[in-house]
């Protein structure tokens, strides 16, 4: 009784979506047809508002970057965060969405669909849907970037190289993991590479990136001591860091979940993979900090959910909840001990990117092949050793090369005189804090 009910009402709904209403004479439709255009619908609708969830990470991107770094560059952070998505946007509605989803016949880069072309008003239009999910996962990697080389880049340059990034760097290494999703096929997909929604695609492409930026452009002024020390440059805002880690969270339920871009059962268990990871990966890094440091750190507490949410990102929907944990705490752990491995080696990174998105992108996705609920085996975790392998020596080399012609051509970093009185006022003339005075007191 109540199956007749539903699918009555369905073909009532069905009606007026197809135009039939009243004296009209209905085209017919079979129960099955109505279930499977429902399906569709549903489909698009959890596809879109999964889209909506992470670009809504830019804005936490955005929080967690301007927290842990001082007022006179908050500008500069929110201009580069609106830049990322607004041409990174175009970059790959020209050219990133046909290299990574076009029609391939080598496996290593599409050839088809630049500019929407795909699209057509009389045809399909899934692939709108489809573009928008993938264009929020193109802003994401290269907003990464921002992070590690804040403070002391050019604004000029960050429009130059996110847009590389946009259009080709993340474009291609994603065609060789994901181009069957839509028309094209990619060779390191077709070994059998596990990254359900992108712990090295998105994640590692973007966390590579960041280091070979970090590397080329240098530490800023005061970071480190002639001693060899390193010297603590303070965010001037945790209470906005944190919330932008918050945001992050929501954000990652649409990273995640929305990746099957099917609304059907199999995101139930995505979402609580996913929270339980980035529960996990926090409170592994406040423990792990407080015995490192006597404290529970705020700063790797933050980045401990972040490390837990990418460690997850690539196993989310082939792991158990209780791998997802024991991903998580790995993370947590990984994450205090790599910020301090790239202190120790000099490479500045203000918001801990490197670590928790290129060294964690690399931890899960060995995971999702050691934790796979189907099985292991040594075939598995080697061919995620490929797909590791490949993103860092496509990823790192092409950024470097990337940021080294920048440098030489039009210069990467502003000169010591701008660094020292902030990037807010010498690129964009403004005050993010302008009702506020800045002072130094000394207790006597």
């Not at 050219?95 to 500019?115: A, D, E, N, R």
């Not at 240098?218 to 001693?227: F, L, S």
């Not at 929270?275 to 406040?286: D, I």
């Not at 006022?425 to 006597?444: K, L, R, W």
Request: proline share 3%; net charge negative; glycine share 12%.
């Amino acid at each position: 009784m109540k199956k007749s009910v539903i699918l009555s009402l369905l073909f009532i709904i069905l009606s007026f979506s197809t135009g039939w209403a009243g004296d009209e004479t209905p085209t017919p439709i079979s129960n099955k047809e109505a279930i499977e255009l429902v399906q569709t619908h549903a489909n698009y609708v959890w596809t879109l508002v999964a889209a909506i969830l992470v670009f809504f990470m830019q804005a936490g991107f955005a929080m967690v970057e301007a927290g842990f770094t001082r007022a006179k560059n908050a500008i500069n952070i929110m201009m580069k965060n609106l830049m990322d998505f607004s041409l990174g946007s175009l970059a790959y509605w020209a050219v990133g969405f046909g290299l990574m989803f076009g029609v391939s016949k080598t496996g290593w880069f599409g050839t088809s669909g630049f500019f929407l072309s795909d699209f057509s008003p009389d045809g399909d239009p899934w692939v709108l849907a489809f573009w928008m999910f993938q264009v929020v996962f193109a802003a994401t990697a290269a907003t990464i970037v921002s992070g590690a080389m804040a403070e002391r880049t050019k604004f000029t340059a960050y429009l130059m190289y996110s847009i590389v990034v946009s259009a080709l760097i993340y474009p291609i290494f994603g065609s060789w993991a994901w181009g069957s999703l839509f028309n094209g096929n990619g060779w390191l997909e077709g070994l059998g590479f596990i990254d359900f929604a992108g712990s090295t695609v998105v994640h590692s492409v973007g966390g590579w990136a960041a280091l070979a930026g970090a590397i080329v452009i240098g530490p800023r002024i005061g970071k480190y001591t002639k001693e060899g020390g390193v010297k603590a440059i303070m965010g001037h805002n945790i209470p906005l860091a944190a919330l932008g880690v918050f945001i992050l969270w929501v954000g990652w339920f649409g990273f995640n979940p929305g990746s099957t871009t099917t609304a059907d059962k199999s995101i139930a268990m995505i979402f609580v993979n996913t929270n339980l990871a980035a529960a996990t990966g926090a409170v592994f890094a406040m423990l792990t900090s407080w015995v490192k440091f006597g404290k529970p750190e705020v700063g790797m507490s933050l980045n401990g959910a972040l490390a837990g949410l990418v460690g997850i990102t690539a196993g989310c929907a082939n792991v158990s909840p209780t791998s997802s944990i024991i991903i998580g705490g790995v993370a947590g752990v990984l994450v205090v001990f790599s910020v301090l491995f790239f202190d120790k080696l000099k490479i500045d990174d203000p918001v801990g990117a490197i670590s928790v998105h290129g060294v964690n992108g690399v931890w899960g996705t060995l995971a999702a092949g050691i934790f796979n609920m189907g099985g292991t085996s040594a075939k598995i975790i080697g061919i995620q050793l490929v797909g590791i392998g490949a993103c860092f020596v496509w990823t790192f080399t092409l950024a470097f090369i990337m940021f080294k012609a920048i440098d030489i051509l039009f210069g990467l970093r502003v000169t010591p005189e701008e660094e020292i009185q902030g990037l807010d006022f010498v690129e964009h003339g403004g005050n993010a804090y302008p009702d506020f005075e800045i002072s130094t007191y000394t207790q006597q």
